[in-house]
């Protein structure tokens, strides 16, 4: 777990912003993994917390694939803090703990790979985690991106919490500098290996000290720089912490990684995601993704608030990584992170981050987001404590003229048509997520 410190939508208007962001320098990202799509699967960090061992993500991973999950994409089996203690052996190898992996890392790796699985591993961008604790690769890129190639890893996230508690986000300790090394350390690693980065500086602005970090060194920066080094990036701090997570901070981290919260100017964030060849006044070889964290459904928010965050996850095309223990969801949860529909709103090719068309700090809101098919994909979300009526129209959300239009509720399977009204009665914390297609 963390141990911290105390302490518009502009799709369009953002487009210089934007272009900024593509405009700086590119390290040699060749093995950088394509992710044409947002990725999938399980990590640690909530569900397990920081205890784990070789048998339980050998029965975490077991119980991904009899319940369906990893059939229904979610294949990344993701270790977070807690794999290792950080020591290293004389030539500056991180050492493994044979008592909690018995096979070693690339056994684990090998027995995942095995059962159609992918495998992902965590380390910070300091000399160790938060607090000193953990894992740490500061001094030791090259080295570590070598390793974790070695093993057999599929993807690395890399924290920024014992870094910013150790060098306050001073230069050349900042995370531009710190991910673009360890960016250039993932593309050239000596195994040539295909990995997923994940930035995570999970920092908010001033959440150490006043000024420290500024924004532009926070999560709520983080678009500006890293689509040119990471497939993903924290757009917020975390939604909870192990065994818990509150919709509040759903909600939270839902504006911050649609550029639509009060307390942060984001220009251009939604348009900083999208798949491969985008943008095309400078397009990337990697799908690059906003993260505004992971999936908590049983992790103390009702299956209401777990299914509407589910729903919004897919409508702003967001990494679907789960955060609960597998093992311990009821069959209710198990079959909505199922939802083959659902699913793919977030996994459509078009890769285009949806966004609101309400007006700002409404409770009863409207989202869209633009599939590859010429469709759309309709929220009609309730934030608010009571029952409440959302209605759009399809002219609003950008469907062509028709004489009528089909609605396909993604959550009930129901299937209705409509002249142009979109309407439904959604009850709080809810969301109602429609496909719209014409004719």
């Known amino acids: 777990m963390r141990i911290l410190n105390a302490g518009r939508r502009a799709l369009l208007g953002g487009l210089a912003a934007v272009a900024m962001i593509f405009a700086l320098p590119v390290s040699a990202n060749a093995q950088l993994a394509p992710t044409p799509t947002p990725y999938m699967g399980w990590n640690t960090y909530y569900g397990v917390g920081g205890g784990f061992n070789e048998s339980t993500i050998k029965s975490v991973a077991s119980s991904l694939t009899s319940s369906g999950l990893a059939q229904a994409g979610y294949k990344i089996v993701w270790l977070d803090f807690g794999w290792a203690s950080g020591a290293r052996d004389s030539n500056g190898n991180l050492t493994v703990d044979s008592a909690q992996w018995p096979d070693g890392m690339a056994g684990l790796t090998a027995w995942l790979h095995s059962q159609g699985l992918k495998a992902g591993i965590y380390t910070d961008a300091g000399t160790s985690g938060c607090s000193g604790q953990g894992v740490g690769s500061y001094g030791h890129y090259q080295q570590d991106a070598n390793q974790f190639a070695a093993w057999g890893f599929d993807a690395v996230k890399v924290d920024f919490c014992g870094a910013g508690q150790t060098w306050n986000f001073q230069t050349p300790f900042d995370p531009r500098t710190l991910y673009g090394q360890f960016s250039s350390a993932v593309a050239n690693n000596a195994s040539g290996r295909s990995m997923i980065l994940n930035v995570d500086d999970f920092w908010q602005p001033n959440a150490i000290a ?78 690059h993704w906003n993260d505004p964290d992971y999936l908590g459904p049983g992790l103390s928010m009702t299956d209401t608030q777990a299914q509407s965050q589910f729903s919004m996850w897919a409508i702003v095309g967001a990494p679907l990584i789960l955060g609960s223990d597998p093992r311990a969801l009821s069959s209710t949860s198990i079959t909505m992170l199922k939802n083959a529909n659902v699913i793919a709103v977030d996994q459509d090719s078009l890769g285009i981050q949806g966004y609101p068309i309400t007006q700002q700090g409404s409770t009863a809101q409207v989202w869209v987001k633009p599939l590859a098919s010429g469709a759309r994909a309709v929220a009609l979300f309730n934030t608010g404590s009571t029952t409440a009526q959302i209605t759009t129209s399809a002219s609003a959300v950008g469907m062509p003229r028709a004489g009528r239009y089909h609605l396909r509720d993604l959550w009930t399977n129901q299937s209705s048509s409509t002249k142009g009204t979109i309407t439904a009665s959604v009850p709080a914390n809810a969301v109602v997520l429609y496909r719209v297609t014409a004719g």
């Open 210 to 287: 006043s000024g420290d970090p500024t924004q532009a060194n926070s999560s709520y920066d983080s678009y500006q720089w890293a689509p040119p080094l990471a497939q993903s990036w924290r757009t917020d701090t975390d939604i909870g912490g192990t065994g818990s997570i509150k919709f509040v901070n759903v909600l939270r981290n839902l504006r911050h990684d649609t550029g639509t919260a009060t307390n942060a100017s984001q220009p251009g964030i939604q348009s900083a995601a999208g798949p491969p060849g985008t943008p095309s006044a400078s397009p990337l070889a990697w799908g």
